[in-house]
């Protein structure tokens, strides 16, 4: 059943907040947490009004006297407006602030470029000691939150903000910092993370399979701390590496995992993502990501273009070597 990852956040984090006293529930009015919502978490639960700044800089002072913060506010502004005070007053000082992320990618896409995150993956993972965590459906959050009791330092976790599908119940549980293989396959290897990219290279996975193309699906729902291991084994007998992502090309996964097949399994790195500009059209979620081609026909035609490519390369070099 379709659910939002920000309200599977919302409906995990109440229960906990009655078994742990030390957890608090900081709100930057999103609206996401009700009045109902508010009541049951009682002195747990502050709304500190639109005040990204203010509300990571009392987070961390929260943090430094024991207690472990949830910080609700919106992508856009937790990785640019709200950022220095994240990178000064939370990571600089490793201290065990959660922040949630909601509207991540272009999940505000009727809102405009000033709500949409289109850089926070890169912004936040080149922070020393950041945990970032994009969870692909509910229970991914689900496992975030309550993994997130014994993580120490700091935690970024970016959301959604309308139902999305799951992803198939026999995938791996998901755990923080290990990647989720959701199929296996030795020809390509599909990378993504978040609902819709995740989504999207499972289904182009089937449609290549149906072309004799084998593909391995990795969920990589967690981008710091990188999971290079299991990414590394998946790259090594295959022929190319295609990421996706809700999130410009520059800095985000794609980059993590260019970075990591560099060092260790030289292999074709192609990236998809956003293009290098701001969001020139206004729309929901499923528009943009459809008007950006974020889809699983982008990644078949990606690799075809990519493979036949190499084939073609391949029987040159040969007939060049024969004269």
């Known amino acids: 059943m379709s659910r939002a990852t920000r309200e599977a956040y919302r409906d995990s984090l109440l229960p906990l907040l009655k078994r ?24 747990q639960y502050l709304n500190l009004g639109i005040a990204e700044q203010n509300l990571m800089g009392m987070a961390a002072g929260m943090a430094a006297c024991g207690r472990v913060p949830f910080v609700n ?23 065990p ?91 390509v290897v599909l990378v993504s993370c978040g609902p819709y990219p995740v989504l999207a290279c499972l289904a182009a ?22 999971d290079t291991e299991t990414l590394i084994a998946a790259v090594r007998p295959a022929d190319l590496v295609v990421t996706l992502e809700e999130h410009w090309r520059a800095g985000g996964l794609g980059g993590a995992v ?4 560099a060092e260790a399994a030289p292999t074709r790195v192609l990236r998809l ?3 290098d500009r701001f969001v020139d059209e206004v729309g929901n979620q499923e528009h943009l990501v459809a008007h950006y081609d974020l889809t699983a026909d982008r ?22 070597h024969i004269s």
């Open 97 to 187: 602030v959660r922040i949630m992320a909601t509207h991540g990618g272009l999940a505000a896409g009727h809102l405009g470029p000033t709500h949409q995150a289109l850089e926070d993956l890169a912004v936040m993972r080149v922070l020393p000691g950041m945990t970032v965590v994009v969870p692909a459906d509910a229970a991914g959050t689900e496992a975030v939150v309550e993994q997130s009791l014994t993580l120490s330092g700091p935690l970024y976790v970016r959301l959604g903000r309308k139902p999305t599908p799951p992803i198939p119940s026999s995938a791996p549980p998901p755990v923080i910092g290990q990647a989720q293989t959701l199929r296996g396959g030795g020809d």
């Open 273 to 275: 993502g956003v293009p």
């Open 73 to 95: 506010t919106m992508a856009a502004f937790a990785a640019s407006r709200a950022l220095e005070a994240v990178k000064i007053d939370i990571a600089y000082n490793r201290l």
């Open 299 to 320: 990644v078949v035609r990606a690799v075809r273009t990519a493979l036949d490519t190499t084939t073609r390369s391949v029987r040159t070099d040969r007939k060049e």
């Open 205 to 226: 996975a089937e449609v290549l399979a149906g072309q004799g193309i084998e593909a391995t699906v990795l969920n990589m729902h967690t981008l710091r701390p990188f």
């Open 258 to 261: 260019a970075e990591a097949v």
């Open 20 to 43: 742990h006293p030390e957890l608090m529930c900081l709100d930057s009015d999103t609206g996401l947490f009700g009045a109902e919502h508010a009541a049951a978490a009682g002195a």
